[in-house]
């Protein structure tokens, strides 16, 4: 019992996480996420020919992308260590993931210079999607692989 609550405080931590970003005000995290782009913008801009707030969107809807895909991650691993079999665990976590996603950007419309975009809320889904298929094709193939394995004795 103690091992089950324990795989569900990584999701739950990530999820603190996720939310402690988007409470920050446009000014700080704009900021933040400025800073980064701007220093891979100098390593980049010799070779690629992108503009700064380009490069700036594509860095902050693909982090919306990754902390999604990490989530889903979190959550379905979660769902196993509970005893899930595949086909919930991978389901219950998409929804859980799509719901937090949608319940972050309602959150957002409360701080200030944030606003809450359907946009997010499918980049995150896709993110969460991503990470889950990957998760499903890679445990099927394992499965399917450690199965052949047996029928060869």
């Known amino acids: 019992m103690k091992k089950q609550l324990l795989a569900w405080l990584w999701p739950v931590l990530w999820m603190i996480l996720i939310f402690s970003l988007s409470h920050q005000p446009a000014g700080v995290s704009g900021g933040i996420s400025s800073e980064i782009v701007r220093w891979v913008f100098e390593g980049v801009a010799s070779f690629a020919p992108l503009e700064f707030e380009t490069l700036h969107t594509l860095f902050r809807k693909s982090a919306h992308f990754f902390a999604y895909l990490v989530l889903g991650l979190l959550i379905v691993r979660a769902f196993r260590k509970t005893g ?6 991978v389901f219950g976590a998409f929804v859980i993931s799509a719901v937090y996603a949608m319940s972050d950007e309602f959150h957002q419309l409360f701080i200030p210079g944030r606003s809450g975009e359907f946009r997010d809320v499918l980049i995150d889904s896709s993110g969460a999607a991503m990470g889950l298929m990957c998760y499903w094709f890679f ?10 394995a047996e029928t060869i004795w």
């Open 84 to 89: 899930a079999g595949l086909k919930r665990a």
């Open 139 to 148: 445990t099927k193939s394992k499965w399917q692989g450690n199965k052949k």
